[in-house]
């Protein structure tokens, strides 16, 4: 049986940036959901337009210097929408303003995005639980890599869609990695498929599989732990 992960001063210090950051984009993705959820138990048909309150929910997030969100929004589920089987009301932050992600929902489109099957949706819709897709490479929106975090919208036991936020990898290491680096212990960041999302070892790169089993922590009620590495 593995031991445990025992926190020390400076783990305590990393959890607490690694909370705030992906705390900030989960929080996000809620009042998303929320504002979501609230047109579709308000009105008995919902179509594109009447999902206008998202850019409002995700522009100040995405134009903050400040922030670490580089993009936001609302993604249909299948047939949601009365207007539209396949629908991404998704905003990125593009040449200093929320600009809105253009993709090809035409199922008989040559580019169409069938989203459907790929993890930040398909999760949060089989599990109803919040999601951390990544590190991954995100050709359709940050052209980087990206952690995704998503939620689950749901009407009345009916699923409607996800709501999420992107980070880049970049932007949460240099939130995290000085924490992390100045603990005296090597220790990587993982996610539930402990894929690396983080470490202070330059054996552990992000993106990397880890496939020992290692003493970790569990991050609150995050989809992340922390776990220490051997070498």
């Known amino acids: 049986m593995i031991n445990p992960l025992v926190l020390d001063a400076g783990l305590e ?26 047109v579709f138990t308000g009105q008995p048909t919902v179509r594109r337009a009447d999902l206008g309150a998202v850019v409002e929910l995700a522009r100040p997030a995405l134009e903050d210097p400040a922030a670490r969100i580089q993009g936001a929004g609302f993604v249909a589920a299948i047939d949601a929408l009365a207007d539209s089987r396949w629908w991404l ?44 897709t990544g590190p991954y490479v995100d050709y ?11 939620v689950p919208v749901t009407v009345r036991d009916r699923f409607v869609g996800v709501a999420g936020a992107d980070v880049r990898v970049f932007t949460f290491e240099k939130a995290i990695l000085p924490c992390l680096r100045a603990t005296q212990r090597k220790v990587a960041i993982v ?3 402990r894929r ?33 590495l051997t070498s």
Not at 89 to 101: C, I, K, Q, V, Y
Request: one cysteine or more; proline letters at 4%.
């Open 191 to 193: 996610n539930d498929q």
């Open 140 to 150: 359709l929106c940050t052209d980087d890599y990206t952690l995704t975090f998503t």
């Open 196 to 228: 690396i999302v983080l470490s202070n070892s330059a054996r552990h790169v992000s993106g990397t599989l880890l496939r020992a089993e290692l003493p970790s922590y569990r991050i609150e009620d995050l989809p992340l732990s922390v776990v220490e």
């Open 89 to 132: 009301e998704w905003f990125m932050f593009s040449n200093g303003a929320a600009e809105r992600l253009l993709v090809d929902t035409d199922p008989r489109g040559e580019n169409f995005y069938d989203y459907g099957s790929l993890p930040w949706f398909d999760v949060p819709q089989r599990t109803g639980r919040r999601y951390i």
């Open 13 to 38: 210090a990393v959890l607490e940036v690694v909370e705030s950051v992906v705390g900030d984009a989960f929080a996000l993705a809620d009042r998303i959901g929320a504002e979501v959820q609230s």
